[in-house]
């Protein structure tokens, strides 16, 4: 990759405007393999370059994909009106690079979320002929019935729907019932509850296609980045 002052570098992931980033660098705010590097003029190839900043170490990325353990409470939107935004879960470098929640998780329900500023990358997930899966795992009011299972199964028509809506659906515990999805319509797991008699008190996404939230190991809240191998498992499911 061309090579780019520490400024340009500081700047394409989110530390500021190139003023502010010329400052951290004239600073000696910066260190490259342990040293400071307080030459505004230096030049880097900037791919994959390991540097800190105040001492919190950076791996320079074109672009970031995410995962974060969403808790309950957050609102998904780049606006948000009631409660906090899940951008505020993040370090501000990922709101100054425009990173996106990829779709949306309603402000009470918990789990796998991604994030991203890849724009193309959003636009491929959220299409709707992509059918990568999503798995939810719902607890619901009274206990699971076979016969809610059943219904989940053969379909249940929402309003505004012409088409029964139908999920892979298991009971996973007593009153919890896992359900899989190869689209998301508005609130489609808790409408498809209400419409087979049930009532859902909480809701987590488990999965997207492959990549579980088991399997990433994070703790409500916590965010990782997302290498090559788990971004290969979103395409499957
Ligand atoms: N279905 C819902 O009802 N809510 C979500 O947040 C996701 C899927």
Redesign the pocket.
């Known amino acids: 990759m061309k090579k780019l002052t520490l400024e340009k570098i500081l700047q394409s992931q989110g530390f500021g405007t190139k003023k502010m980033c010329r400052y951290m660098v004239l600073d000696g705010l910066v260190e490259i393999g342990g040293a400071v590097v307080d030459d505004v003029h230096a030049e880097f190839d900037p791919t994959d370059l390991e540097f800190t900043v105040d001492g919190a170490a950076w791996r320079y990325r074109e672009k970031v994909y995410l995962a974060l353990n969403k808790p309950t409470g957050v609102e998904c939107s780049r606006r948000p009106a009631v409660h906090r935004g899940v951008l505020s879960l993040l370090p501000d470098q990922f709101t100054a690079r425009d990173v996106q929640p990829v779709g949306r ?2 402000h009470d ?1 918990t789990g796998l979320l991604l994030l991203s500023d890849d724009g193309a990358f959003i636009h491929a997930q959220s299409h709707p002929k992509r059918h990568v899966s999503k798995t ?1 795992v719902a607890t619901t009011h009274e206990p699971v019935t076979p016969e809610l299972v059943a219904k989940l199964q053969d379909g249940v028509i929402l309003m505004d729907e012409s088409a029964p809506l139908r999920a892979q659906a298991r009971q996973v515990g007593e009153s919890e019932v896992e359900i899989v999805l190869d689209m ?1 319509k508005y ?5 498809m509850l209400a419409a087979a008699g049930s009532h859902c008190v909480a ?1 987590k ?1 488990t999965a997207i296609g492959k990549l579980t939230l088991e399997a990433l190991g994070l703790a409500e809240g916590e965010w990782c980045y997302l290498e090559a191998a788990q971004l290969a498992m979103l395409t499957t499911g």
Do not use: E, I, N, P
Request: without cysteine.
């Open positions: 998780l309603d329900t939810y998301g609130h489609q797991v808790k409408r809701l996404r």
